[in-house]
């Protein structure tokens, strides 16, 4: 199962870079118990209270993404895996807290369709991760579900999510919701095998208020 989640990675970033919206990234290591980030530090940084510009910046310096996209945004995919048993994993999206590569090159980015979706004068920079723990010591039914989506960094937005992602799945909605005009232009090159690898993991008290699913 690592192997397989490495590939995905490692796919996506091939695609991403030969179509322009990579500018940087570290492909995944692999050992007996991870898929991570080469060279990965510690991540803690992007969950104390801090400024966003400083989270932000603290990883752009350390390298501590998988891909930095053209816009900016980082993007982290890691897996904790115990045999065959996926444990944990943190899947991240972390936008640009400015335009500066924009205003660096304003020319370029007006001319070109492609940027339309991250130029716009209304766009907030919201950070999005998704993360998965099925310890029962870190988890609580609805409070705290096995597998959630965090929002902006809020300390109780845990929105339940059904299964636990695989690197394509996440990065389908990444570049979905946030790279569209890319992802429509590029389709054939950017369609990754969204297989779902990981079993239900959603309490039935989570099925009852607002959640996310995939079939």
Not at 38 to 65: F, P
Not at 155 to 182: E, G, H, Q, V
């Amino acid at each position: 199962m690592k192997n397989i989640i490495k590939n995905q990675i490692n796919k996506i970033t091939s695609k991403l870079i030969a179509v322009g919206l990579s500018v940087e990234q570290n492909f995944p290591s692999v050992n007996n118990e991870s898929v991570y980030i080469s060279g990965n530090k510690d991540l803690s940084i992007a969950l104390k209270n801090i400024a966003y510009q400083d989270i932000y910046r603290i990883l752009e310096e350390d390298k501590n993404y998988n891909i930095k996209m053209i816009d900016g945004a980082l993007i982290q995919l890691m897996y904790d895996f115990k045999g065959n048993e996926l444990i944990k994993y943190r899947l991240a999206f972390f936008p640009s807290p400015s335009l500066e590569e924009f205003q660096n090159n304003s020319e370029i980015y007006e001319t070109d369709e492609l940027y339309a979706d991250v130029i716009d004068k209304n766009i907030v920079a919201t950070p999005i991760r998704f993360d998965y723990d099925p310890n029962p010591k870190n988890t609580i039914p609805v409070k705290h579900p096995k597998s959630h989506l965090t929002i902006g960094q809020y300390k109780n937005c845990r929105i339940p999510i059904a299964i636990p992602l695989t690197p394509n799945i996440f990065m389908d909605f990444i570049l979905r919701s946030f790279y569209n005009t890319s992802h429509s232009t590029f389709s054939s090159k950017l369609d990754f095998d969204k297989v779902i690898l990981f079993e239900n993991c959603i309490h039935d008290e989570e099925k009852k208020i607002l959640h996310v699913s995939i079939h």
